[in-house]
């Protein structure tokens, strides 16, 4: 479909044209360009997921082929989950639109569209809840701030809600608590109903609840996978690890995303994961029926998120281990934190979880029987149990990346910092107002890494990217530490191009290049076959 | 447009009210129905929206996280941003409800022009908070304030209050400090729905109705104090009257009492039906009321709903011939 | 470049850089909150102060008219953000046109009475060299942003294919040797 191309009139693109007229956001009408949206959830997927309204669609397209009668469909999932769910009823009408979460969003920072404001992101569905829902809305109309749902109002929806990547920054600034990633999780379960969804999401879920794992990896793939990690970890260290899968009577069951399992730089922070339980001996297993740590369908609707974090606590009691250790991840944690143990507890058949090595007891997971492993590793440091050699990583310069869904749904902020300090000399801390629990999102959580929507991703990802490059001018930062899957495979792109020169690892991939492990040889590169500092036949 | 509409339902409100004050036969309905009226739609409207709300159970834990989870022993716990227990809660709470915690963190960093070049510093956008601690904390101490109207004797606490107020011993009768601050910061608020170009983007008719409907009350009560005064020991007789459900009507009480309490009445009819009832809300923001202790203690969801999903034997039957070719172990040889 | 000119250039620059600002600020029809233009936070506002510093540096560099490579980089820290904001190329790249309108509005009276006309095609000529630049500039950038897109591509599937022997690690020289285009 070629675009039309309207001739300028002469002088028309370069006069100066101070502040156009504003026009209402009500009246500002979404526009769909290629780069900014990602392709629509295909047929197959819905089907697999059983989701309603299986068919082709492309959002560019004039007609998305939604059922007659979906407004009834989309009214009445409101006012279902207005008797389910306090949050949304709440943040439906207690909002005074004061604008303290306006500029919190990087959506919004970075593009200026004041519909990504969390307060209008919300007023996208809070108009159409005043309609139909309160007194006020029906007798006053748009004066009490409601509208009319109508394709237009369905689209922006759509449009918006997956322009958020549900991090809740504006959640921290908002004095009531006003969460607009419960608003989004909400208004993407509405849009599910009618069968809109994204690509990059359902397919990953479809994956996820067939196979296993968001990236469809079948049982012998993620063997063979792991298999050719643990072949470069005898290259480099002269010693071979022996994981195990599946494995009844392990005493820990692992959980990774299975972006670790496939692509750089995840693969290396599943190196390091491979290396340090070898190096500590531990009893565990991978599974492959539970080889996915990330929850796409938490991206899609609470019940289909529900359904795919089954996998986790079924395959910990099939395998009768005593307890599940995490890798890292972002919105993984989120769910397994918030949402894990409601759904599939009480976890009884599982024990509270005790590092072998130690014999720390993490009090702190006493009901889900699931630990961080950076919780795992911050222990191990603490108490001195692992020889670390922090030179190797003495030609980096590190700065550390806070992923959302840890620091605001969880609060996991030193942990993966006295790690990093203890394997790392040269740690620099970015802005104080773009970390920890004010941290940036990469801009391609919640399902927005795709390609297709490249540019809404640099864009999503530049408040972030910003705070990197003033560590970069200031301190020289080359690396990017984080503690999430998306983030390593979002964050490579997104320094490319705002910081090239800044490369982006996992948490763990450091510690297993500073491990110096029983009975190794002298290693010469990293993990990455890059040549370590002073010891390559290049420097 | 917004702001003009808003504005404008005011100003027929006040005209309602003026007429209500000097037509005799209306004082009745002014000054006693009307007020009872509106003291039960409030009573009434915001206990059916807090019911309401409570009817919706909260199906998971989803604390906003602001601040280091407790872990490791050694690990310093933000005992209040992530509260692992029911008091954490309530500091938390009471931070947030009583000196808005959360919009006290609205900093920024600012990059100036140092000596050396640019230097960052550590600026803070606060003026938003103290406009709203100033206009909340007002209007607080202004409502216990009016408690001697309804109470004889007039509680010692509410005495003190009033002297506090009144410390600056400036005009007879003594000006209120919270007078003042009121007319500031609700001023203030209104300024900045017109000026603050975000703001004045997002602001509704709804937004701006309150506030000239909050400062045309303390105005019109400031003109009852200073200027065109009122028959205070009438005022306290239909006040008691009212709080003791035995109205009467005392004579010759002045108009301008007749429009402050019939404002006041809207602003009380009006409350449970608009965003005012923030002030309910906010107890019950699960964002912000709950304990962090996701990982201790399972929360249960009422309503939690059976899924279907894709069991390990679906998953082996679909794939044990791969698995055991990988040397996987299955269950069914 | 003439003494008189630079100079009226320095009595007006202040007011140049703001109206540049205005004009490239203007070109978000989407910003109607005002957010751009008035959040001057480096951290909160990353797009309003890349083009506040970007704007500053250029029009030094012009002004003092030796080095010109000196102003590339703030310029492409301008185009980078631009690049990807859903403008028409057009639109992305008229602010460096507005320049010209804008120093002839604001010095064509100094440029009358001075008689210095020649200074002011001079100026604009420059400006014509970064126009130029700022093209190269850009279309590096689009390019890069679906590069992006295959490394991506790559970085998922490099693993895979190195294990079914489809595809071998090409040795660094080779690397650095594709590398200098």
Known sequence: ?539 | MKVLFSFLAVILLILVATMGAFITNLHFVFGIIIPYLAFAMFVGGFIYRVVKWGRSPVPFRIPTTIGQQKSLPWIKQNKIENPTSAFGVIVRMAMEVLFFRSLFRNTKTELREGQNGPELSYGSAKWLWLGSLFFHWSFLIIIIRHLRFFLEPIPFAVQILESVDGMLQIGLPAIYLTDAFILVAVTYLFLRRIFVPQVKYISLPADFFPLFMIMSIAISGILMRYFYKVDLVAVKQLAIGLATFQPVLPTGIGPMFFIHIFLVSILFAYFPMSKLMHMGGIFMSPTRNMISNNRMVRHINPWNPEVEVHTYEQYEDEFREKMKKAGIPVEKE | MDVKFIEIFNEKKTAISSRWLDAMIASYPNDNSGFLMNQKDRFANPVGYTFTIGIEGIIEVLVKGEDFSESVSFLEDIIKVRAIQDFTPAKAMAFVFQLKTIVREELGKEIRQNQIYDALLDFESKIDDLALTAFDIYVKYREQIYELRTDELKRMTFSLLKKANLMSEIPDQEFEHKDQK
């Open chain 1, 1 to 539: 479909m070629a675009p039309k191309v309207k001739l300028p009139k002469p002088g028309e693109l370069s006069k100066i044209d101070f502040k156009t007229p504003a026009t209402d956001w009500m009246d500002t009408p979404v526009e769909f360009k290629p780069g900014t949206f990602c392709w629509g959830s295909k047929e197959k997927d819905l089907l697999t997921l059983g989701l309603p309204n299986p068919r082709q669609w492309s959002p560019a397209d004039e007609d998305w082929k939604i059922p007659e009668g979906w407004e009834t469909t989309i009214l009445e999932g409101m006012a279902e989950r207005l008797s389910k769910y306090r949050s949304f009823k709440i943040f439906m009408d207690i909002c005074v639109r004061c604008g303290a979460c306006a500029d919190k969003c990087h959506f919004y920072i970075a593009t200026g569209d004041p519909k990504n404001m969390p307060v209008l992101r919300a007023e996208l569905i809070r108009s159409v809840y005043k309609k139909y829902f309160t007194k006020s809305g029906k007798f006053l109309g748009r004066l009490a701030g409601a509208r009319e749902l109508d394709m237009n109002v369905l689209k922006e929806w759509w449009s918006y809600f997956f322009q958020c990547t549900e991090c809740r920054r504006c959640s921290v600034f908002c004095p009531y608590g006003i969460d607009q990633a419960e608003v989004t999780i909400i208004g993407r379960e509405l849009l599910n109903l009618v069968g809109l969804n994204i690509d990059w999401i359902s397919g990953p879920a479809a994956a996820c609840y067939m196979k296993g794992n968001h990236l469809g990896l079948e049982p012998h793939a993620i063997a063979g996978n792991i298999e050719s990690m643990v072949d470069d970890i005898e290259d480099i260290t002269g010693i071979r690890v022996n994981p195990t899968f599946n494995r009844k009577g392990a005493e820990i069951m692992f959980v990774t995303p299975s972006g670790d399992l496939l692509g750089e730089p995840g693969i290396q922070t599943c190196m390091g994961y491979l290396m340090l339980f070898h190096e500590l001996g531990l009893d565990y297993t991978w599974s492959t029926y539970a080889s996915e740590g990330g929850n796409f369908g938490f991206f899609t609707s609470n019940d289909m998120a529900k359904r795919l974090n089954y996998k986790i606590y079924a395959e910990a009691k099939r395998l009768g281990v005593k307890y599940i250790i995490g890798g890292e991840c972002g919105h993984m944690w989120r769910v397994l934190n918030q949402y894990m143990d409601t759904w599939h507890g009480p976890a009884d058949f599982l024990e509270v979880p005790v590092s072998p090595i130690t014999g720390t007891v993490f009090e702190n997971a006493k009901s889900t029987k699931m630990i961080h492993i950076s919780e795992f590793t911050a222990d191990l440091i603490k108490h001195n149990k692992l020889n670390l050699d922090p030179t190797r990583n003495d030609h980096l310069k590190v700065t550390y990346h806070d992923s959302c869904n840890p620091s605001r749904g969880m609060g996991l902020l030193e942990e993966p910092r006295e790690i990093i300090k203890a394997v790392c000399n040269n740690f620099y801390e970015m802005p104080e107002n773009t970390i920890r629990e004010k941290t940036f999102c990469c801009g391609s959580g919640s399902g927005l890494n795709a390609s297709e929507n490249m540019e809404q991703r640099m864009r999503g990802g530049f408040p972030r990217a910003n705070a990197v490059k003033y560590v970069k001018e200031k301190h020289g930062v080359n690396m990017l530490a984080n503690i999430c899957a998306v983030d390593r495979a979002a964050l490579p792109a997104l320094m490319d191009y705002w910081n090239p020169g800044v490369g982006v690892t996992g948490v763990t991939e450091l510690v297993a290049n500073a491990l110096v492990m029983k009975g190794e040889k002298e290693r010469t590169t990293n993990l990455r076959f890059e040549d370590l500092p002073g010891k390559g036949g290049n420097e």
